[in-house]
């Protein structure tokens, strides 16, 4: 099982070479991965009586796709995860071109999860449709595998249509892992159906996860797939525990089947970008003897099949 961490969006700051020590410290440790949330815009909660949502301003989101590109130059093995990127709120082509650089600037370490959001408000300053996200973001996903494998496409769908187009440079992984976040009906049926793999976007506890694997290996036997191609990533929270525990809860993970884990150290009260990293040391060393290295960070599988 590969274990990784989420970058601590909300809590590290914006000094560029605070990000850089962040990244090296967490490569240093033999972390196999860095996960980062995505929000391009968020609410005034202010002036929204009734918003209910995780995140407003002034919680800060440095954009995955430019954070990884970034840090793709200072790193050597560690691999990227958006943890998940809101794919139908953004430009299909685009976000293709963006994670096809960033796949060829970190050769090959890019695993792109992306996600239907739930701020409706969001979508609504970018100018997108958040009534048919979901049905749009499958069509996307076939556009950019698309883009990713073959040097000149021609597509015709319900959203896009273009005719003898390509990018260059094409990404060293052909296509990229697409994995999905989310846990409703649909999102199972859609990561048995076109996923690689599926991050859990909200914590839940790896004895509760059993039923809702079902769905998807269902639904992967539906599409005539074998669903242990399909890797899940389970989290584990700082907050609230020692580093014993949170051993025992990647050990719980990886019993359940899961490919990947990821500490997220937010929300934990630490007080500065320092106390991150030594949460990270603490948790890489209580897990030791489970952790593979970070040289080595495949699709993953779902156990279990």
Partial sequence: MHIGVTFPQTEIGDDPAVVVAYAQAAEDLGCSHILAFDHVLL????????YKGFYKIPNQFLEPLVLFGFLAGVTKRIHFASGVLILPQRQ?????????VVDVLSKGRLRLGIGTGWNDTEYVALKEDFHNRGKRSEEQIAVMRALWTNQVVTFKGKWHAFEAMGMNPLPVQRPIPVWFGGNVPEVRDRIGRIGDGWILTRFIDADKVQEAFDDVRRAARGAGRDPASIGFEGRVNLAGTTPDQQARHVEEWQRAGASHVSLNTMDAGLKSPQA?????????????GIAKPSAAAPKGKVGRA
């Fill in 43 to 50: 609410p005034d909660a202010s002036v929204r009586p009734g």
């Fill in 92 to 100: 299909t082509a685009l976000v293709a071109k963006q994670a096809a």
């Fill in 276 to 288: 991150h990293m030594d949460a990270v040391r603490h948790f890489m060393e209580a897990v030791k």
